[in-house]
C-alpha cells in the first residue's frame, strides 16, 4: 500500500564531483542563476523538462531537472543512472 507520506517523497541524486552546480530558473544556460550548489550535493527531482542541450560529466542531455519551485539544474550534471526521464515531465 502506497501511503500519502511516500507519494511525497522525493529521491535524491548525486550531482557530478568536482563541480559547482548552477541552479537555473529554467532549462536553460539563458535563464538567470538562482543560486550555486556546493561540490557533491545531493538533489531532489520533483519532474523535468526538456530545454536547452547541455554537454556534461554525464553526458549530452536536453532534460532539465525540477530540485525545488522554478530551479533547474541540467541533467548531465545528475547522476540518475539514466540518459532518459527518471520523473514526471513537468506540467
Given at each position: 500500500m502506497v501511503g500519502a507520506a511516500h507519494a511525497e517523497a522525493a529521491v535524491y541524486y548525486d550531482t557530478?564531483?568536482?563541480?559547482r552546480l548552477n541552479v537555473r530558473s529554467g532549462p536553460g544556460t539563458n535563464?538567470?542563476?538562482v543560486r550555486v550548489l556546493s561540490e557533491g550535493a545531493k538533489v531532489p527531482i520533483y519532474c523535468q523538462r526538456p530545454g536547452e542541450t547541455v554537454t556534461g560529466p554525464y553526458g549530452t542531455s536536453n532534460i532539465w531537472d525540477n530540485i525545488d519551485n522554478g530551479e533547474y539544474v541540467s541533467d548531465a550534471y545528475?547522476?540518475?543512472g539514466s540518459d532518459g526521464y527518471v520523473a514526471?515531465?513537468?506540467?
Open positions: 557530478a564531483p568536482g563541480y535563464y538567470t542563476i545528475v547522476h540518475t514526471a515531465r513537468c506540467s
